[in-house]
């Protein structure tokens, strides 16, 4: 745990990020003037579209260093690499920006630049996918997932799907007597793919898949 040296009461952080032509610096400024009026670090990410983790870690070196952190350290020699300790807020937040993607992707250069701003951490594009295969996450295919689709409705059918064949039965008429005939139809077109995106190894995520497309309809059942 951080034992602050510094405090937000310290300083006017509104006022100084008026004036503040770094944007690096007047951005680190406003999280932390909305740090300084109580509010929480989910709702400061998300008046500044930034990842919780980048409000955390400016809190965190502004309790350390103070105004000085506003700024970036000029480093001499090899540049750094991401520590062993960043590892898994890293994967979370390659993960958390590849679900705002919307079925898009995170690209070698977008999670390069992600290690760059959050972590002060340089790679090469080549050094970025060394570093994913490393820490154990995988480019693979996603599954698609319709815009409209409510994993939680599609769970509760399947898990009382009997019960709710039982309560609609004749009392006379057993369940072994029924046959259950499921109908569906399905449009036959063209239409968009998924793409490959970055994700835990082992782990296959959904992500919506454009839908609209001109088609044929075909109709079927079975049972």
């Known amino acids: 745990m951080t034992i602050p040296i510094h405090n937000l009461e310290d300083h006017d952080f509104g006022k100084h990020s ?5 944007p690096r610096a007047r ?10 009026m109580g509010k929480a670090t989910n709702d400061i990410a998300k008046d500044l579209c930034i990842h919780p983790e980048t409000a955390r870690r400016t809190l965190k070196r502004y309790y350390e260093r103070g105004l000085e952190s506003l700024y970036d350290r000029h480093r001499r020699g090899r540049h750094s690499k991401l520590a062993e300790a960043d590892t898994a807020a890293f994967k979370a937040m390659i993960v958390s920006e590849q679900e705002k993607r919307a079925g898009g992707r995170l690209t070698g250069k977008d ?19 060394e570093l994913l295969k490393r820490i154990d996450m995988s480019w693979i295919s ?6 409209k689709a409510d994993p939680q409705a599609q769970d509760a059918f399947k ?7 039982k309560a609609s ?7 072994d007597q029924v046959d259950i005939w ?14 490959r995106v ?3 190894r082992g782990g296959r995520p959904r992500l919506i898949k454009q839908q609209q497309f001109h088609s044929a309809y075909l109709f079927g059942a079975f049972w």
């Open 18 to 22: 008026k004036t503040e032509s770094n």
């Open 182 to 195: 499921f109908q569906d139809e399905t449009r036959i077109g063209q239409q968009g793919s998924l793409t």
């Open 111 to 129: 999670i390069q630049q992600l290690a760059k701003e959050h972590y002060n951490a340089h790679y090469t594009v080549n050094g970025i996918y």
């Open 142 to 147: 996603a599954r698609s997932q319709h815009p």
């Open 169 to 175: 039965l004749p009392t006379d008429v057993s369940l």
């Open 159 to 165: 898990k009382n799907f009997i019960a709710q064949v």
């Open 198 to 200: 970055w994700h835990y």
């Open 27 to 36: 951005l680190r400024l406003l999280i932390l003037h909305q740090y300084s």
